[in-house]
């Protein structure tokens, strides 16, 4: 059984940082993968905010590049999502997920998910 298992968040002032950890744990055999962080704001869909292949390509939102850094441990499934001059608008719930096979990062998108339970992030003006 995998489990996708997310640490950190919690309540920041603006332009405080704060740092996401996932890890996945369990009978994960794909070693070419992808991991990402998503979020949900209060009354808004699910967006992806940062993903990364094991092959080392990125990708970011527009709205957290510049402010957001992904560091990706292929050798231990981990994902952590580093972030800095918060601002009000990322307050939400963030996921981590895992690619539920092989992956690179233009198919990430598509690709069946393991997902974590979620952390909040919550940022005071």
């Known amino acids: 059984q995998v489990q996708v298992v997310e640490s950190g968040g919690g309540s920041v002032q603006a332009g405080g940082s704060l740092r996401l950890s996932c890890v996945i744990s369990g009978d994960y055999p794909y070693s070419t993968n992808c991991m990402g962080w998503f979020r949900q704001a209060p009354g808004k869909g699910r967006e992806e905010v940062a993903a990364a292949a094991s092959d080392g390509r990125t990708r970011y939102a527009d709205s957290v590049k510049g402010r957001f850094t992904l560091s990706k441990d292929n050798a231990k499934d981990t994902l952590d999502l580093f972030m800095n001059n918060l601002e009000p608008e990322d307050t939400a719930i963030y996921y981590c997920?895992?690619?539920?096979?092989?992956?690179?990062?233009?198919?990430?998108?598509?690709?069946?998910?393991?997902w974590g339970q979620g952390t909040q992030v919550t940022v005071s003006s």
């Open positions: 997920a895992a690619s539920n096979g092989f992956c690179n990062i233009a198919v990430f998108t598509g690709v069946s998910k393991y």
